[in-house]
């Protein structure tokens, strides 16, 4: 077994030593000297070697597009110089070289440079083809890449012996052409207001000859008749100074704002001949209306003067309180007095001035205020309450969770292991007495007094003590009975702030001791079972 396992062994080191060797990798990479190219610039190829496979020749074609570039020059680098032949052969990019012994031949090769001999705007790539190399009388492919050029163009347009550009017109645009790509440059014309050729008239159309501001080519376009001006519908001259009259069309409008007559007037300014007149006065005033023209509706005398009376009372809206004329004339809305209501405080509901009584806006806290007997809302401004709501009891009480309210979080009933707590302290009202639990709402058994003898006061009255909770009691000296009225229902008390702790078995404790056994005992069985391996070692209990 243990030759086998050997011999294996070996096996996959030879694997492993002879897989470099089987490996055959050989890479051409191309990087430009410049990424973007103008008309005429340089620009130098520069192709290496890189890989571990030895290798005793290689070939490749550098093609690249010979409209764009031109051949300028070559060098050798320093991974083929000391080749025993190498060539490249300009017209078709062809690069060889043969060394007389294999090697991994890596580093830079040859730099080619070319000269951008056509700019048109556009992109050019430079790739390799049919790269290989010989290993051992093994033809290797070679992994190449490519590289891509973006030309560009300077462009310079022709001009005139004057320096201004020559354009030639295509459609409606003018036209400039590149004198280095040839690329034209459209674009458009840029038209100046004009100029009449001849201008119009009124009733005579007319022509305007644009020109091109940038190339200067022009364009004529007809120009309806302008028509006639006026300043308004009563001239009757036309502005433009074609002689043209006409009759005027006045627009006549009656004017009743003079205290002594009435007349029709143009908006030009004319009065209508003959309009002027008089008024013609209508029924005399009352105290209910003014006396006016019959023609014009002008007023000539106001209506009877009203004596304001104003009332007591106030009349009011939910924001003021005001005073009114007391006559309460349809047309007579003179009030005094009118203000806002004036409240104590925000919650306050009854105006201090007229009586006006609002809902009141409280603006209770959002924390409940509880009790046994329900939860309820205290407002932030007057401390007033709000209606008591009923609790919503949650889950019934558990041996370590009380039942609370849903909603305020009262307690309604302790955890069941709660143990009351009753204080010295005596709760009483006139008929009887109990006592409350510190912690919870629950209370002892609600008892009646048990009074005294009783003590004679000066006025011929008796303080009678309850023998229990001390409660005091005045009545009269004769008296057959003292109150016997069934006990009422005591207050609960506010819910405690922390449970009553339990009195229980401490069962966390057991639980940690246990858990402290369980450690001893594994470390127990664990060193008997090293124990037990030491003496099997030695010879014994062996089988």
Not at 76 to 94: E, L, M, P, R, Y
Not at 307 to 330: A, F, I, L
């Amino acid at each position: 077994m243990k030759k086998f396992l050997l011999m294996l062994l070996c096996v996959m080191l030879l694997v492993v030593l002879a897989s470099p060797a089987m490996a055959a990798d050989f890479n051409l990479t191309a990087t430009a000297s410049k990424t973007t190219a103008y008309l005429g610039d340089e620009v130098t190829i520069t192709i290496s070697t890189s890989g571990t496979t030895p290798y005793t020749s290689m070939g490749f074609f550098l093609q690249y597009d010979t409209s764009v570039f031109e051949y300028k020059s070559r060098s050798w680098g320093a991974a083929i110089v000391d080749a025993n032949t190498k060539s490249f052969d300009a017209d078709s990019g062809k690069v060889t070289a043969v060394w007389e012994d294999a090697s991994a031949y890596a580093g830079e090769m040859i730099k080619i440079t070319l000269v951008v001999k056509k700019a048109t705007p556009g992109n050019t790539t430079i790739t390799f083809s049919d790269a290989a190399c010989k290993n051992e009388n093994t033809d290797v492919t070679v992994g190449t890449n490519s590289v891509q050029i973006a030309l560009a163009c300077e462009h310079t347009y022709p001009k005139n012996p004057d320096g201004s550009f020559i354009y030639t017109q295509e459609g409606d645009k003018h036209k400039q052409t590149c004198e280095k790509c040839g690329t034209p440059k459209l674009e458009e014309h840029d038209w100046n207001d004009g100029v009449g050729k001849p201008d119009p008239t009124c009733t005579d159309p007319g022509t305007v000859e644009h020109t091109c501001i940038i190339c200067h080519t022009t364009k004529t376009e007809n120009v309806n008749a302008l028509g006639h001006a006026w300043d308004n519908d009563c001239d009757t001259t036309c502005n433009r100074g074609c002689g043209e009259t006409r009759v005027a069309n006045h627009n006549y409008v009656l004017v009743n704002t003079d205290p002594e007559a009435h007349w029709y007037k143009c908006d030009c300014g004319e009065l209508k001949p003959g309009s002027w007149e008089k008024h013609v006065p209508g029924a005399e005033p009352t105290a209910t209306s003014a006396q006016v023209c019959t023609v014009c509706n002008y007023e000539i005398k106001p209506a009877i003067a009203h004596t304001h009376v104003m009332e007591t009372e106030w009349t009011t809206d939910s924001t003021y309180h005001w005073h009114r004329c007391q006559g309460k004339n349809p047309s007579c809305y003179y009030v005094e007095d009118k203000a806002k209501h004036d409240y104590d405080n925000a919650c306050d509901v009854n105006c201090n001035t007229c009586g006006y009584i609002r809902e009141a806006p409280h603006n209770y806290k959002q924390e409940w205020q509880a009790n046994a007997a329900g939860h309820w809302n205290v407002c932030t401004a007057c401390n007033a309450s709000s209606q008591v709501f009923d609790h919503v009891p949650g889950p019934e009480a558990t041996a370590d969770t009380p039942q609370t309210c849903q909603e305020c979080g009262f307690v309604l009933k302790r955890e069941l292991s709660h143990v009351h707590n009753y204080a010295d302290t005596w709760y009483s009202d006139d008929e009887s007495h109990w006592q409350s639990c510190t912690e919870c709402a629950e209370t002892t058994a609600v008892e009646a007094h048990t009074w005294d003898q009783g003590t004679d006061l000066e006025d011929g009255k008796v303080l009678f003590t309850c023998t229990v909770c001390a409660k005091e009691l005045v009545a009269d000296a004769i008296v057959e009975s003292l109150p016997t009225t069934v006990p009422t229902t005591p207050p609960a008390t506010q819910k405690p702030t922390e449970p009553a702790k339990s009195d229980g078995f401490p069962w966390q404790w057991a639980g940690i001791a246990a858990i402290i056994l369980l450690v001893i005992g594994v470390v127990l069985l664990v060193i008997e079972f090293i124990r037990s391996r030491k003496s099997n070692m030695h010879g014994r209990f062996s089988k």
